[in-house]
């Protein structure tokens, strides 16, 4: 990585506070890209080609000046990063003087450049993952064969293994994802990949290790937030991310609970999924009946299922008297045609409800 003429005006601008001495950064052609001297950017530097030539140090005395072009007395030391020259640092002034000084901008800027590089692979890295995410969700279809080469050769991961995907829905969901990362690696956590995806959603895979306690722990640290979460069952490979990540999307969809498993809601995911032609041919003598009813019907008849159909436990729950149950329920079956006592009939109102 090369020293650059944004990056040297900010090493500039925060050393010229520190260092009471002339300062020139110049790249690996020697021309000065950041400057105290304003007025010396962009000129070539006698010194700093010598010090490209030999990367080796040049200290430059008063009777050197006139030998070497646009100097003046001073230090020069080679930039290097990762083993390849990146520029060169120069400090004016006496060499005895500014020796030091100019070892530490080196140093400055050696780190400031290792930094940047960092912060520019993991970019790059989360663009990777980002971009092969999308693919892996693509709504209509996935290349497996393409995504699993990407995993193998670009982003050296095996996916050959159980994951279990965790969608949660938030907003501010950019500035969540690394918060999430957090969460996970101080639980243990190695997830395939943190990412945030569509409007509001960011989604963890996590290595399946049939512990929904940790994950469990993860939520409750969120409980401060607007947040609702999905947890899709352990699934295999490539198919299995996305079958998981659809599971989990169902599980936030088809419950009002706050955090939700697809294991949990596994027959309203049957219904839900049902082709809607058969669905609307089934149903339609009887969903304009159920639009209709008033909502202390509908909420018994949710509060019923729930219930498994048990009819004391429904009365305790919604605190309400056994016989006043039954006749809501007697009226839900006047008014749609569908007794919820009666199994196969309580089935499709279940399926209108969802």
Same mark, same amino acid.
């Given at each position: 990585?090369?020293?650059?003429?944004?990056?040297?005006?900010?090493?500039?601008?925060?050393?010229?506070?520190?260092?009471?001495?002339?300062?020139?950064?110049?790249?690996?052609?020697?021309?000065?890209?950041?400057?105290?001297?304003?007025?010396?950017v962009s000129q070539l530097h006698g010194g700093a080609k010598k010090v490209i030539?030999?990367?080796?140090?040049?200290?430059?005395?008063?009777?050197?000046?006139?030998?070497?072009?646009?100097?003046?007395?001073?230090?020069?030391? $080679? =930039?290097?990063?990762?083993? @390849?020259?990146?520029?060169?640092?120069?400090?004016?002034?006496?060499?005895? !003087? /500014?020796? &030091?000084?100019?070892?530490?901008?080196?140093?400055?800027?050696?780190?400031?450049?290792?930094?940047?590089?960092?912060?520019?692979?993991?970019?790059?890295?989360?663009?990777?993952?980002?971009?092969?995410?999308?693919?892996?969700?693509? $709504? =209509?279809?996935?290349?497996? @064969?393409?995504?699993?080469?990407?995993?193998?050769?670009?982003?050296?991961? !095996? /996916?050959? &293994?159980?994951?279990?995907?965790?969608?949660?829905?938030?907003?501010?969901?950019?500035?969540?994802?690394?918060?999430?990362?957090?969460?996970?690696?101080?639980?243990?956590?190695?997830?395939?990949?943190?990412?945030p995806h569509q409007e509001n959603e960011v989604i963890a895979a996590l290595p399946?290790?049939?512990?929904?306690?940790?994950?469990?722990?993860?939520?409750?640290?969120?409980?401060?937030?607007?947040?609702?979460?999905?947890?899709?069952?352990?699934?295999?490979?490539?198919?299995?991310?996305?079958?998981?990540?659809?599971?989990?999307?169902?599980?936030?969809?088809?419950?009002?609970?706050?955090?939700?498993?697809?294991?949990?809601?596994?027959?309203?995911?049957?219904?839900?999924?049902?082709?809607?032609?058969?669905?609307?041919?089934?149903?339609?003598?009887?969903?304009?009946?159920?639009?209709?009813?008033?909502?202390?019907?509908?909420?018994?008849?949710?509060?019923?299922?729930?219930?498994?159909?048990?009819?004391?436990?429904?009365?305790a729950d919604m605190h309400i008297h056994r016989n006043t149950l039954v006749y809501?329920?007697?009226?839900?079956?006047?008014?749609?045609?569908?007794?919820?006592?009666?199994?196969?009939?309580?089935?499709?109102?279940?399926?209108?409800?969802?």
């Open positions: 990585m090369e020293l650059s003429e944004q990056l040297g005006k900010e090493i500039i601008s925060m050393l010229s506070a520190y260092i009471d001495v002339p300062i020139n950064l110049m790249d690996p052609s020697g021309k000065i890209v950041a400057s105290t001297d304003q007025g010396r030539e030999t990367k080796q140090e040049q200290i430059i005395h008063e009777s050197d000046v006139e030998d070497l072009s646009n100097v003046k007395p001073g230090v020069n030391l $080679p =930039i290097f990063h990762r083993d @390849e020259l990146a520029g060169v640092v120069g400090l004016t002034g006496s060499p005895e !003087d /500014v020796m &030091q000084a100019a070892g530490m901008t080196r140093g400055s800027v050696e780190i400031a450049l290792e930094q940047v590089y960092q912060q520019r692979q993991v970019f790059y890295q989360e663009r990777q993952w980002n971009n092969w995410v999308q693919q892996l969700l693509h $709504p =209509i279809k996935m290349d497996e @064969e393409f995504l699993i080469q990407e995993a193998t050769y670009t982003l050296n991961v !095996d /996916v050959k &293994q159980n994951w279990q995907v965790l969608v949660l829905c938030l907003s501010n969901h950019f500035e969540w994802c690394e918060r999430i990362r957090q969460l996970l690696t101080s639980q243990g956590q190695h997830p395939l990949f943190v990412v399946d290790q049939n512990d929904s306690i940790i994950i469990e722990d993860i939520l409750k640290e969120l409980h401060t937030i607007d947040v609702s979460a999905g947890i899709g069952g352990a699934e295999y490979g490539i198919a299995g991310l996305r079958r998981s990540y659809f599971q989990a999307v169902d599980a936030i969809h088809l419950t009002d609970k706050k955090y939700s498993y697809s294991k949990d809601v596994q027959m309203e995911r049957l219904l839900y999924h049902i082709d809607p032609e058969i669905l609307n041919e089934v149903t339609k003598g009887y969903q304009n009946r159920l639009n209709q009813l008033e909502k202390v019907y509908k909420e018994t008849l949710i509060c019923y299922f729930a219930s498994n159909l048990r009819v004391n436990r429904t009365a809501r329920l007697e009226q839900i079956h006047k008014k749609t045609g569908l007794n919820p006592k009666v199994f196969k009939e309580a089935i499709i109102l279940q399926a209108l409800l969802l």
